[in-house]
């Protein structure tokens, strides 16, 4: 069933259930209002008849005999005067068979030649006034005032139907604009959704679906960039790989090892590549499935050095306090060692790299200096880009992801790095986070 005919049915048999309800407590109320009207008259004709007779003297019902008075049966009001003794004095109904007698005064219902009448007696200086009417004209005016009441009732609730009908309708025609134009996009097309006056309650909807197209065209771009990054980047090592290894079948002795020394050094720099490219899908995608160890600016120093071969080439300058840092320890290790493993490339043998700790302003930086030889003058925005080594760079070392697999890790826990040439040479890294809460145990 479609939302508008839900919202149809499901608001019309309220209307309708509503209406029906009120409808019955009008009826109640009016039966009761009628009955009260012409008891109310009834009684106020009873005491008009009764000031009447008052204002005869006595000795005008000394001859009288018959009623005086008579009016067709089928008139719906009657009346009678009983004398004090129970004589009947007058009355308009004379072919009654029974009189007006009423045992008592006030209201009584009785039936009178098989017709059911309502009865009021007024008594005054021994006088009984009684009035009645039918009741059949009774139930005869109260269906002329309900039939009265409801056309207008009845044509009121089919106009709000229809007016319903239409109000659902307009109301959701921007819903209907929404699906016609996600049918007409190409599977491809992840531009915004524009809906000319959404209503306050759709533009949530149309903003989330808008940051779902957005994220998702980010996803397709990141899956796009690692397919073309990899090929790009892995087809180089393939082709030395798959060479060294034909060299090695066709050599023998000292010259076939030294071939497949090469293949196999081809294979570990590939190994690394993927490793590199996988963490920065990662971490570029936004993932959280990361292990949330907590860690220390010690601990991350220390793990990020066993996993270099050559780490003893870094000094370690800290303040012996140990900092926990808001990242995520793999993460962590991963950022200050490729930092390490970058500085270590371009720092001669012979020569040391530092790495410092600060705490400053509720942030820890790690700090890594070399003594390379990038100039002091020269731009340092190249150096996250992807691939990029640099022109000084050995050839075959690295895969230019270390530096920009940092940035991101640094972006990612609202982190920072910056680049900055010294003056005799070579660079000063400073990669910062902020600091983390202690935990308690």
């Not at 200050?336 to 700790?357: K, Q």
């Not at 640099?390 to 895969?399: K, L, T, V, Y």
Request: glycine residues 8%.
């Amino acid at each position: 069933m479609s939302l508008r005919w839900r919202l149809l049915l499901t608001l019309g048999l309220s209307f309708a259930a509503l209406w029906g309800l009120v409808a019955v407590w009008l009826y109640s109320d009016l039966q009761d209002q009628v009955r009260d009207t012409l008891d109310q008259r009834l009684a106020a004709s009873a005491r008009m008849v009764a000031g009447l007779v008052a204002q005869l003297p006595e000795s005008a019902w000394q001859n009288t005999g018959d009623p005086v008075l008579s009016v067709p049966s089928s008139a719906g009001v009657a009346c009678q005067i009983n004398a004090p003794s129970g004589r009947v004095l007058m009355r308009t109904h004379g072919q009654f068979d029974d009189g007006l007698e009423s045992p008592a005064p006030g209201f009584t219902d009785r039936d009178i030649d098989g017709e059911r009448w309502r009865l009021f007696t007024y008594v005054q200086n021994g006088v009984h006034i009684t009035t009645a009417d039918r009741l059949v004209e009774r139930s005869a005016l109260q269906r002329n005032v309900i039939a009265v009441a409801a056309v207008p009732f009845a044509v009121a609730l089919l106009g709000s139907l229809v007016v319903l009908w239409f109000g659902i309708r307009r109301g959701l025609r921007p819903l209907e604009r929404l699906r016609g134009e996600l049918s007409r996009r190409a599977p491809d097309t992840l531009t915004p959704v524009e809906i000319d006056d959404a209503p306050t309650e759709l533009r949530p909807a149309v903003d989330t679906l808008n940051q779902l197209l957005v994220r998702t065209g980010e996803t397709l771009a990141r899956e796009q960039r690692f397919t073309s990054d990899a090929a790009h980047e892995l087809r180089t090592p393939l082709t030395a790989i798959k060479t060294h290894v034909q060299l090695a079948k066709r050599l023998d002795g000292d010259k076939a090892y030294a071939a497949l020394a090469q293949a196999e050094a081809g294979i570990a720099r590939l190994q690394r590549t993927l490793e590199q490219l996988l963490l920065l899908a990662r971490v570029e995608a936004g993932e959280s499935h990361f292990d949330m160890e907590q860690a220390t600016s010690s601990a991350i120093a220390t793990a990020a050095l066993a996993d270099l071969p050559n780490g003893g080439r870094v000094g370690i300058h800290e303040n012996g306090v140990a900092i926990p840092v808001a990242v995520p320890k793999a993460l962590a290790t991963a950022a200050l060692r490729n930092l390490l493993d970058n500085a270590l490339r371009h720092t001669r043998a012979d020569r040391e790299v530092s790495l410092a700790i600060e705490l400053k302003a509720a942030r820890v930086t790690f700090v890594v200096c070399d003594q390379g030889d990038w100039p002091a003058d020269r731009d340092t925005q190249p150096l996250t880009q992807r691939f990029w080594r640099g022109a000084a760079s050995r050839a075959g070392a690295g895969s230019g992801l270390g530096l920009t697999i940092a940035a991101a890790i640094a972006e990612r826990f609202a982190g920072e790095l910056v680049f900055e040439p010294r003056p005799g040479g070579g660079l000063a890294v400073r990669l910062s986070w902020p600091r983390a809460a202690l935990s308690e145990d």
